[in-house]
């Protein structure tokens, strides 16, 4: 795995890459559904598979300002539901990463995604506020979210749709988020750096330049998310869910 240099990256990635690092810290700070942008926009300043790496540091920067703001609204239940299927997942992805045929991957995922978004609207139109119990759907949203989290840093989608279909309230949902991805972002770290090699004291100096443009992004993320209501939160999630996944194919 090439690493990156500083002096290669273009005016055009530093601006590709700035603006995805404040759109990560307003996704972090609560607007959750953001990731498939900044993805994209570091996958396009530094090339995709590099920069699945490149990001983890200040996806880790932005999780413990989540973990510290929204920790009191935390519900572990949800996490110890979620995070064992996700955990298989992320090896499921180490493994198969550098191999996977990437165009099925990703149409088998949006697809996933839609048909997973239309049963929670389903859910959302009925009178009964049932929600998921068995075992499979935790078992298979979360090794999805795992799988799409190591290859690409891509779980938002998956772990968007089992918090809704939870019906979390918007603190709770945030909170529950940020120690998720706390633990499995921290877990993923390792194999970045002696399996796939995407992580270099290169990269970690461009990160070190990138860090004011997140930590405006927290900033402004937490303001934003103290204006919008319970039931604009939930639509929000579910537009930017769907807008991520087809932006996924362009990817």
């Given at each position: 795995?090439?690493?990156?240099v500083?002096e290669?990256?273009?005016?055009?990635?530093?601006?590709?890459?700035?603006t995805?690092?404040?759109?990560?810290?307003?996704?972090?700070?609560?607007?959750?559904?953001?990731?498939?942008?900044?993805v994209?926009?570091?996958?396009?300043a530094?090339?995709?598979?590099?920069?699945?790496?490149?990001?983890?540091?200040?996806?880790?920067?932005?999780?413990v300002f989540?973990?510290v703001y929204?920790?009191?609204h935390?519900k572990w239940?949800?996490?110890?539901?979620?995070?064992?299927?996700m955990v298989?997942?992320?090896?499921?992805?180490?493994?198969?990463?550098?191999d996977?045929?990437?165009?099925?991957?990703?149409?088998?995922?949006?697809?996933l995604?839609?048909i997973?978004l239309?049963?929670i609207?389903?859910?959302?139109r009925?009178?009964?506020?049932t929600?998921?119990?068995?075992w499979?759907?935790?078992?298979?949203?979360?090794?999805?979210?795992?799988?799409?989290t190591?290859?690409?840093?891509?779980?938002?989608?998956?772990?968007?749709?089992?918090f809704?279909a939870?019906?979390?309230?918007?603190?709770?949902?945030v909170?529950t988020?940020?120690?998720?991805?706390l633990?499995?972002?921290?877990?993923?770290l390792p194999f970045h750096?002696?399996?796939w090699k995407?992580?270099?004291?290169?990269?970690?100096?461009?990160n070190?330049?990138?860090?004011?443009?997140?930590?405006?992004g927290?900033?402004v993320?937490?303001?934003?998310?103290k204006?919008i209501?319970?039931?604009?939160?939930?639509?929000?999630?579910?537009?930017?869910t769907v807008?991520?996944?087809v932006?996924?194919l362009?990817?």
């Amino acid at each position: 795995m090439s690493t990156l240099v500083f002096e290669e990256v273009s005016v055009l990635g530093w601006i590709f890459a700035g603006t995805a690092a404040f759109l990560m810290g307003i996704s972090k700070a609560g607007l959750k559904g953001l990731s498939i942008f900044n993805v994209t926009l570091m996958a396009l300043a530094f090339g995709a598979k590099q920069s699945t790496g490149f990001i983890i540091p200040l996806l880790l920067v932005g999780d413990v300002f989540a973990v510290v703001y929204y920790n009191r609204h935390t519900k572990w239940k949800y996490i110890l539901k979620l995070l064992p299927w996700m955990v298989l997942g992320i090896l499921i992805g180490v493994v198969i990463g550098k191999d996977l045929p990437e165009q099925q991957f990703k149409i088998g995922m949006v697809a996933l995604i839609l048909i997973s978004l239309a049963i929670i609207v389903y859910w959302d139109r009925r009178t009964s506020k049932t929600v998921p119990t068995h075992w499979t759907f935790a078992g298979g949203t979360g090794i999805m979210a795992g799988i799409s989290t190591m290859v690409g840093n891509l779980a938002g989608a998956f772990t968007n749709l089992f918090f809704l279909a939870m019906r979390l309230p918007k603190n709770e949902f945030v909170g529950t988020a940020a120690w998720l991805f706390l633990i499995t972002n921290l877990f993923k770290l390792p194999f970045h750096l002696f399996v796939w090699k995407t992580i270099s004291t290169e990269s970690l100096s461009i990160n070190l330049r990138l860090l004011p443009a997140i930590l405006i992004g927290l900033f402004v993320g937490v303001r934003l998310v103290k204006l919008i209501s319970e039931k604009q939160y939930r639509r929000f999630i579910i537009i930017v869910t769907v807008i991520g996944a087809v932006a996924i194919l362009f990817r």
